[in-house]
């Protein structure tokens, strides 16, 4: 994960830190004393930066959050039909959790507990994230691929819902995750109550 260019040196370093602290531990067991020592500053130096570690938390959120979007978005390009795209979207999703822990471990694991998290930035990016699902279905529903009696932020949910219900043990466990087998499953249980079906 990279940071941004224009960060100050010691404000990367501290992120990097406390990625780097999140791959062995859970957040609560972090220090801001240990990411201090690990990033090579002083611990004053963090409160320069960051509000405090649930800040410092949510800016890493953000950034693997914006990062994701972007990927997700490019994948999609070129991609026609609502099948097809939902099955790339979900793979996407699924890959992300499989190859990138750290990032799986907070938006699965960590942030989830805190009141605040759902007023926070990378909140409002997850809600951004789900509106280009739901942009898919809509256009699936339009184009008459879905069907129309569905409630399509329903639908969102349980797409959504679906993938993380799957993957969260393996994350929480640091198990392997297939993204090509964890998606053909998803997709079977998911296409078949959603398609518009064809009359014989």
Known sequence: MK??????????????????????????EITT??????????????????????????????????????????????IEGTMNKLRK??????????????????LLLEVRSFPDYYRSRPYGLVKEYSDILLTIIQEGVKNGELRKDLSLSFLRQVVLGSIEHVCLTDVAFNRPIDPDETTKNLCTFIFNGIMKQTRK
């Open 3 to 28: 940071n941004s260019k224009s960060d100050p040196p010691g404000k990367i370093k501290i992120a990097d830190a406390m990625r780097l602290l999140l791959e062995k531990k859970a957040y609560n």
């Open 33 to 78: 004393a240990e990411i201090a020592k690990n990033a090579g500053v002083t611990e004053a130096l963090i409160y320069k930066y960051y509000k405090d570690k649930k800040d410092l938390l949510y800016q890493i959120l953000s950034e693997y959050m914006r990062k994701y979007m972007e990927e997700a978005q490019e994948e999609l390009s070129g």
């Open 89 to 106: 979207t979900i793979w996407t999703h699924v890959n992300v959790y499989a190859t990138n822990r750290v990032f799986a471990k907070i």
